[in-house]
């Protein structure tokens, strides 16, 4: 007998929305497999991680302050893949609108007024814009691979980050520790109740929303669809496909750069040599798992959110090492594709000798 | 150190830093002259990587590591296969789930090993020829995996270009539909590519672990696979421009390390970052030569086949 794929006269609506629930169904199961291999008990191990972190209300709010950047990058990326554009180098846009929205709080520490916030915001917006021109301008220019160009655009942004903590913005009274100083109470994004929760989640639900009216309500939209599914159609509409990366990366670059900035500004108060356990790689992840659509994106955000807390609660809890996050995250992606094939393809059961007798009777 | 000795050290390390690129840039080659597109190098290398100083440490073998670590590697490129290749799945977004899973990997199991000091593999010296003044030591006084590269080259470029099984994976690479209507198997063919380059990938992690700097360290591979990806478009899919390629990159991330060392004045950081922005110059430089690049591009690259649609 043979499994065979058959293509689907149409999308599987059942699917669209099954699809990513399987995979993260499969992904539990390899999961516990991970976890018996490791000695641990499948059911402790997946309670620690999964269920324990929403059990006290400070892990509830740490794992918004952890899916805020992963859905606000995620929001914008869905975007550029959307368009058939591949930035993979969100990491490196986080990081320079980190860098761009500190600024005025390391250089300028004095500048106070009511201002300094929402030029930092604008300054982080514009700092992950410029960093996401880049690999833009290349692919629209020279047709350079935008993949390739946005990913080694990551470790530039990073080794500049490091350069500047530990070079000319290392803070002056910091015993030579490679931080930058913390930053003034007027340069701190509002926090949302008495945790460490920020308004940075905000940012994340307007991104959401925005996004989605933009894909499902404006000629824009329905022109970043249509450029990424058949740009030859897309083009005889007069569409232009250089416009759609142009958007596509600076949307993405500019929602990274104030993820990066939030992150800083609200979270971390000062720069650090690290300053992102992986989100702009993680959030490629939440965009596919949501599948590239905002509403979806926001719940794929807060189970990538888990995860992070979960690999710390699980390290704590049962002492199991926080490396398995990254596993979890990698093999849900994993899954998440594969199950994807069931909205475009059904499977269909072949038996060999049936086949041969179907081709006989012809 | 006389000025020679200083050139034949300089060029040494010149060769280790370059080796890693060039087997992972040759089995991606043979990958995407088949019409994939495997994102995953990175993911595949540092498996390799890990496994490699893994089955080391355990058996006293560096040999066996090696083989460790072209097991692994296959492995995770038979993850890649039955995604893409069964499943239609996108090629881009699997190749970057398979590093994201291979980072992930390579982090758990290597955990236990931090630390811990590697055991060298030991260059063999070919007879006589390793005797030539500058050259032998050079050329005829290398590991096993620096033999095996340059082997690599010219067994790609024969099968590639001198032979009938290479006329098949470029056939299959340049226009699936034909290639399935005479008859071969586009699928099986793809398999077999996207094994090679994960066997190759997983070389050149254990490279990293075994010579490069005998020990796991997290990350190791820092973007290597990715240039790896950059050397095959900068080579436009022919094997002795990767050669070539691998060898400019091995030169630049040496040279800067020198210039670190004599002090030039610029900060380490901004010098290290110097291969990453090398390999955004050489894709500029290449794809503005738009003619090169669509004679060479493998037609099919990345579009996932269909049998009978």
Known sequence: ?????????????????????????????????????????????????????????????????????????????????????????????????????????????????????????????????????????????????????????????????????????????????????????????????????????????????????????????????????????????????????????????????????????????????????????????????????????????????????????AQVSLGLTDKVTRVFQGMLLFFVLACDTLILYRFKFASSAKSMKEAGNV | MSDLSMIEAVLLTIITASTPLLLAAIGELVVERSGVLNLGVEGMMIVGAVMGFAATQATGSPYIGIVAAMISGVAMSLLFGFLTLNLMANQVATGLALTILGLGLSGMIGEAFIGQPGISLKPIAIPVLSAIPFIGPLLFNQDILVYASYGLVIAVYFVLFRSRTGLIIRAVGDNHGSAHSLGYSVIQVRYLAVMFGGACSGLAGAYLSLIYTPQWVEGMTAGRGWIALALVVFASWRPARVLIGAYLFGAVSILQFHAQAAGIGLPTQLMSALPYLATIIVLIMISRNKTLAKVNTPACLGKPFVPDR
Request: hydrophobic residues 55%; negative net charge.
């Open chain 1, 1 to 313: 007998m043979r499994i065979e794929l058959e293509k689907r006269a149409e999308h599987s609506q059942l699917m669209t929305v099954v699809s990513p629930l399987i995979a993260i169904g499969l992904t539990l199961v390899c999961g516990s497999i991970l976890f018996v291999s490791m000695g641990y008990n499948p059911i402790d191990a997946l309670y620690a991680y999964f269920i324990e972190p929403l059990t006290t209300s400070w892990s509830i709010e740490e794992l918004l302050v952890k899916a805020g950047p992963l859905v606000l990058i995620a929001v914008g990326l869905s975007v550029c893949f959307l368009s058939n554009s591949w930035n993979i180098g969100a990491e490196g846009q986080f990081t320079m609108g980190a860098l761009a929205g500190s600024i005025i709080p390391v250089l300028f520490f004095d500048f106070t007024s009511p201002l300094a916030l929402p030029l930092m915001i604008l300054m982080g917006i514009l700092g992950g814009m410029a960093w996401a021109f880049i690999p833009a301008f290349l692919k629209v220019r020279f047709g350079t691979n935008e993949i390739l160009t946005s990913l080694m655009l990551v470790y530039i942004a990073q080794y500049i980050l490091d350069f500047l903590v530990r070079g000319p913005w290392r803070d002056p009274d910091g015993f030579n520790f490679p931080e930058s100083r913390i930053f003034d109470a007027a340069h701190v994004l509002p926090k949302i109740g008495e945790g460490r929760l920020h308004i940075g989640m905000i940012f994340a639900v307007l991104a959401v929303l925005v996004v989605w009216w933009m894909l499902s309500r404006t000629l824009k939209g329905f022109e970043i669809k249509v450029m990424g599914e058949t740009p030859r159609a897309g083009r005889f509409a007069g569409f232009s496909s250089n416009g759609v990366v142009w958007f596509g990366f600076l949307v993405s670059g500019g929602l990274a750069g104030l993820a990066g900035m939030a992150e800083v500004s609200g979270s971390i108060e000062q720069l650090t040599p690290v300053i992102s356990p992986g989100y702009g790689f993680t959030a490629i992840i939440v965009a596919f798992l949501g599948r590239l659509n905002p509403i979806g994106i926001m719940f794929a955000g807060l189970l990538l959110g888990l995860s992070y807390i979960g690999g710390e609660s």
